[in-house]
T-cell receptor, first 112, second 111 residues
Framework: DAGVIQSPRHEVTEMGQEVTLRCKPISGHDYLFWYRQTMMRGLELLIY????????DSGMPEDRFSAKMPNASFSTLKIQPSEPRDSAVYFCASSSDQETQYFGPGTRLLVL | GESVGLHLPTLSVQEGDNSIINCAYS??????FIWYKQESGKGPQFIIDIRSNMDKRQGQRVTVLLNKTVKHLSLQIAATQPGDSAVYFCAEEAGGNMLTFGGGTRLMVKP
């Protein structure tokens, strides 16, 4: 199994630009999670889906952030417009048993 | 497992020694706990988990201990190797499929 796949691995953009992060969960997993990791705040849950439906988005920082899961094998996290304070590593994780989550390699985002 | 901002607690051990990494959790309703290992530039990697109806669970070279009375979780690594150098996170789950992560502990193994 290839594990959770994320793209791009690195993204550098300018303030105000739209950023789209992508995730392919492990096949057969019905839960998908988006996290953000920073030095100051550690690992924070942004949103998670069950069977492609958003269940809890209380961690999404503000309206500039949105996430979709059009099918069981693909999810996106979009930031529009991006700001320097959005710079972080964004992780996608998936699980099949509601508890043991397996993480992707992350996308390192730098907003200038 | 408290968030520590810019500075991570660091544990430095000699190769071959045993390591013990501790975590204090806050929610007495948490019933599932996981330890993750995160190497530089990589995502967190599952190591071992334990449910609240147990107080000890062993894996290969790793043991997790749970003390619900004082809300304390520990990860023991036997015969620590240079490849064990990483940041270790504990995570707790109190239902709702959501994990709450601790701030992490950096393990440094001296050859």
């Amino acid at each position: 199994d290839a594990g959770v796949i994320q793209s791009p691995r690195h993204e550098v953009t300018e303030m105000g630009q739209e950023v789209t992060l992508r995730c392919k969960p492990i096949s057969g997993h019905d839960y998908l999670f988006w996290y953000r990791q920073t030095m100051m705040r550690g690992l924070e849950l942004l949103i998670y889906f069950n069977n492609n439906v958003p269940i809890d988005d209380s961690g999404m920082p503000e309206d500039r952030f949105s996430a979709k899961m059009p099918n069981a094998s693909f999810s996106t996290l979009k930031i529009q417009p991006s700001e320097p304070r959005d710079s972080a590593v964004y992780f996608c994780a998936s699980s099949s048993d509601q508890e043991t989550q397996y993480f992707g390699p992350g996308t390192r985002l730098l907003v200038l | 497992g408290e968030s520590v901002g810019l500075h991570l607690p660091t544990l430095s051990v000699q190769e071959g020694d045993n390591s013990i990494i501790n975590c204090a959790y806050s929610n007495s309703a948490s019933d599932y706990f996981i330890w993750y290992k995160q190497e530089s530039g990589k995502g967190p990697q599952f190591i071992i988990d334990i449910r609240s109806n147990m107080d000890k669970r062993q894996g290969q070279r790793v043991t997790v201990l749970l003390n619900k009375t004082v809300k304390h979780l520990s990860l023991q690594i036997a015969a620590t190797q240079p490849g064990d150098s990483a940041v270790y996170f504990c995570a707790e789950e109190a239902g709702g499929n959501m994990l709450t992560f601790g701030g992490g502990t950096r393990l440094m193994v001296k050859p």
